[in-house]
């Protein structure tokens, strides 16, 4: 660079910057060699605004589109809550009390236009929509003055489709205001160097000052600015008093803007004391590479990477040229712009809090990326445009005329941006769709069903208070200090509004014990990832699922009651998912004797049934559980179909499952008031809602029919009560074999004669005092004196419908079976002998004295 100046206050080479400003002012270029370059850098000012004016109302949209959507980001509850207490009070106080520094400028705009409005969601977003389609109008007008019209529009089409500006432009957050802020401080200060201007340079700092206000990494921006100057105005310009002057000024406001969040951070505003060291601010690199990794997506996601690389294009063509020296205000903007785009995110890694290492606070330098990739991209335009022209003149044909190489060059450009448009548009209109945590629908369901005395813990406090009005309880178990404080009496608290925290199942449990219900609202990752397992655990046990609203789970206390009936069950449905165990009734349908069972059921009241799932891998495919109710007649009810996991708010998707986790799946099984008394049985399955088919079931030693399992059985008492019907001969008799035991405590035997071929009734009266280990299948037996088999009625206890292996302990089983006596049986007194034998194998159960039991002598007439 030269040294030489006409004026003490004006940059090294200022005519030729002069001269190159005023160039990019008239939409002018570097002399490119060929008329298409010529053309392509030149274009109608009112064709380029209709374009322009186009783009931005797209911008627009997609930011509109998004901001419609009811559904809060995380982070907006926390900003309208300081607009509000800003439209009350003018102090930015939370109503825990402390005192909001963040976002200083974004939040008192805010809270002005809550004074006129009032807390809208929609009014704030469109407030930050405002802020980002700003930007890219101003992406259009800088890059149109400062390099070309086509980078200037390039820029503002690759702004407004950005999927990152158009969600940050459209949240009720200070990403968009600070965008704006950052890149007029940027343009300003460099069109203040590029022209001499002193006022627009001090313009350009004092931007760049409130912009870190707005927040704090916008101060990275001023070593940015001052390397930039470098390669603009040369060192010695920095000699001078008052560049010296101006960048000390700016670097004193941003040290107090680092001052207060200082003592933000170490709760020096608002009489706060944090837990220690929580959010440091300044931190130097001591895990470089988690921290490059912390901000590489920003350039190197899917996204993201083909804008870096026309960036970087962009630089390389301008340094290669400068070192050349060729004199261009242009490649200098891109220089000095080059400078913020690098310098910010390497000062992040090296010097700021592991808190601030997010691409988020990166998003700041979007406008400059999408300005210098649309550099990148002319740059490249122009050398093919150079290239095709070269190679008509080594074909021996003449130059294309200016007007017809003109003509082609802006139909090329036209074309890049329609491709530009084309591309990045699927990505934009998801963007723009996206759904939010579903925090409002949760917070409505908590309404709809709310009770007086009810109470309400959540993850997001300031949602609750936006939504609900109320926040009873802070709920975070891990990595919970940078958002509490401790209270007067030395427990933990939040920092929005200063409810207590809970972070253990003991503290849950506590909560539990209060008076009046609790309610827990958390979204999915936080819920699954921010507490240890036995605190989810405990919700599990103790709360029941209302429903899951787009990702966020809603759960409610219910009694600790004990269940009539827990046992494991291991079935395997499909081959991923495990029922584990289930729980059956309450300690109210348990019968007085031991020999009605382990369950009654009462007709037109419901029965409580709790199904523990474990998905064994992820799962995609959906299913519905069905439980049917079974009478001994093939009467079948269906009381309780639908998916698992399910409340009045809806169900938690089955792919949302956790590995490994067991869940309860829990349902009221409505009875019928004219559900007559008897045996019951109880069918479990799954079943894919699409096409009907049932998930084939591995029952391991459980029961299985037609894809069913049999979970269990309970039994309707009758009008007067639960009554067993006496057996006429009561026995005490018993069978062994296998660590199995079963009685033989009473028969009878039917009335009237018997004859050959005819038959006889018998009901047997089983009794197990432990549950048995297998299925047996009954034997009866006419016997003569010889042992011989006159008469048979074998079968499964009660016709098949209730195995041995499910019999509860105690219980009285009334068994019914006809024997067929043979035609050819010899009219004389024969024996009744009766067993029990295990089918697979052939294998009897004990008598005192054989393997059967002899009841009695029946004669058999002619």
């Known amino acids: 660079m030269t040294s030489g100046s006409k004026h003490p206050a004006e940059p090294e080479n200022n005519g030729s910057l002069r001269a190159a400003h005023g160039a990019a002012r008239s939409g002018g270029s570097r002399p490119a060699g060929t008329s298409t370059g010529r053309a392509i850098q030149s274009l109608p000012a009112a064709a380029t605004h209709v374009l322009a004016a186009a783009v931005v109302l797209l911008a627009f949209g997609l930011r509109l589109r998004y901001a419609l959507q009811p559904e809060p980001f995380v982070d907006e509850p926390t900003s309208l809550l300081v607009a509000e207490a800003i439209a009350r009070t003018g102090i930015p106080r939370l109503p825990s009390g402390l005192f909001y520094g963040n976002d200083l400028p974004y939040s008192y705009l805010l809270g002005g236009l809550v004074a006129l409005v009032g807390p809208s969601l929609l009014a704030a977003r469109l407030l930050s929509a405002a802020a980002s389609v700003l930007t890219t109008g101003l992406v259009y007008l800088a890059g149109r003055r400062l390099v070309s019209p086509w980078a200037g529009l390039w820029g503002a089409g690759l702004l407004a489709l950005n999927a990152e500006a158009i969600l940050w432009g459209g949240r009720a957050r200070a990403y968009g205001l600070l965008g704006l802020l950052s890149f007029l401080a940027a343009a300003t200060f460099f069109g203040g160097l590029a022209s001499g201007r002193a006022s627009l340079r001090r313009l350009g700092l004092a931007l760049l000052v409130l912009s870190a206000f707005v927040h704090p990494e916008a101060a990275l921006l001023l070593p940015a600015f001052l390397a930039g100057s470098l390669v603009v105005c040369g060192w010695r310009w920095w000699l001078r008093p008052a560049p010296l002057a101006e960048a000390l000024l700016a670097a004193l406001g941003l040290a107090g803007r680092y001052g207060l969040q200082l003592a933000l951070a170490r709760g020096l505003v608002g009489g706060f004391e944090t837990m220690a060291g929580s959010r440091p601010p300044l931190q130097w690199a001591g895990d470089l590479p988690d921290r490059v990794q912390s901000v590489l997506p920003f350039f190197a996601e899917a996204g993201r990477w083909p804008l870096t690389l026309m960036a970087a294009i962009a630089l390389a063509a301008a340094a290669w040229r400068l070192g050349r020296g060729r004199r261009d205000g242009r490649d200098r903007a891109v220089l000095f712009f080059s400078a913020c785009l690098w310098l910010v995110p390497l000062q992040m890694v090296l010097f700021l809090g592991s808190t601030y290492q997010g691409t988020r606070y990166l998003n700041l330098l979007l406008p400059v990326l999408a300005l210098l990739a649309a550099r990148g991209l002319e740059e490249m335009l122009l050398v093919a445009l150079a290239w095709l022209s070269s190679g008509r003149r080594g074909a021996g044909r003449q130059p294309a005329r200016a007007g017809g190489a003109g003509r082609w060059a802006v139909l090329l450009a036209s074309l890049t941006l329609v491709l530009l448009l084309g591309t990045m548009l699927p990505g934009a209109l998801a963007a723009s769709s996206t759904q939010e945590r579903g925090y409002r629908s949760a917070f409505d369901v908590v309404a709809r069903y709310w009770q007086p005395g009810d109470r309400v813990a959540t993850v997001a406090p300031a949602a609750a208070q936006l939504l609900l009005g109320r926040s009873d309880y802070f709920a975070l178990g891990l990595e919970y200090e940078e958002f509490v404080y401790r209270d007067a009496a030395g427990r933990l608290a939040d920092r929005w ?363 058999v007439g002619p």
């Open 497 to 859: 509004l200063g409810s207590p925290l809970i972070r253990a199942a003991d503290d849950l449990e506590a909560a539990l014990a209060g008076e009046g219900r609790l309610w827990l609202v958390a979204d999915e990752s936080r819920f699954r990832q921010r507490f240890e397992p036995d605190f989810v655990r405990t919700v599990w046990d103790r709360m029941e699922l209302l429903g899951c609203t787009a990702g966020v789970l809603v759960f409610r206390s219910i009694p600790a009651v004990e269940s009539a009936v827990s046992r494991p069950s291991g079935a395997l449905f499909g081959d991923a998912l495990l029922l584990e165990r289930y729980d059956l009734g309450t300690a109210a349908n348990r019968p007085a004797g031991g020999q009605w069972g382990d369950l009654l059921a009462v007709p037109g009241e419901g029965l409580d049934l709790t199904l523990h799932w474990q998905a064994s891998r992820p799962l995609a495919r959906t299913v519905h559980v069905f439980v049917h109710v079974v009478g001994q007649d093939g009467q079948r009810l269906a009381p309780a179909d639908g998916p698992p996991l399910s409340g009045p708010a809806g169900a938690l998707p089955i792919d949302h499952w956790p590995v490994g986790e067991t869940l309860p799946d829990r349902r009221l099984l409505p009875l019928p008031a004219d559900l007559p008394p008897g045996l019951y049985r109880l069918e479990v399955g799954l079943y894919d809602p699409a096409t009907g088919d049932r998930m084939p079931v591995v029952a391991g030693e459980g029961h299985v029919v037609e894809s069913a399992l049999i979970l269990d059985y309970f039994r309707v008492p009758g009008p007067g009560g639960m009554d067993l019907p006496l057996p006429d001969e009561a026995l005490s008799l018993e069978l062994n074999g296998e660590g199995d035991q079963v009685s033989l405590v009473g028969y009878s035997l039917g009335p009237g004669p018997v004859v050959a071929g005819g038959s006889v009734d018998l009901v047997l009266h089983w009794q197990a005092a432990e549950r048995l280990q297998a299925d047996y299948t009954v034997f009866v037996h006419l016997l003569d004196g010889e042992d011989r088999i006159w008469g048979q009625g074998d079968g499964r206890p009660v016709g098949g419908y209730y195995p041995t292996g499910l019999w509860d302990p105690g219980e009285v089983v009334v068994d019914r079976h006809r024997i067929a006596v043979d035609p050819g049986a010899a009219p004389g007194i024969y024996r009744l002998a009766v067993g029990l034998y295990h089918l697979p194998t052939g294998r009897r159960l004990a008598a005192s004295d054989g393997d059967r039991l002899i009841l009695q002598e029946v004669e």
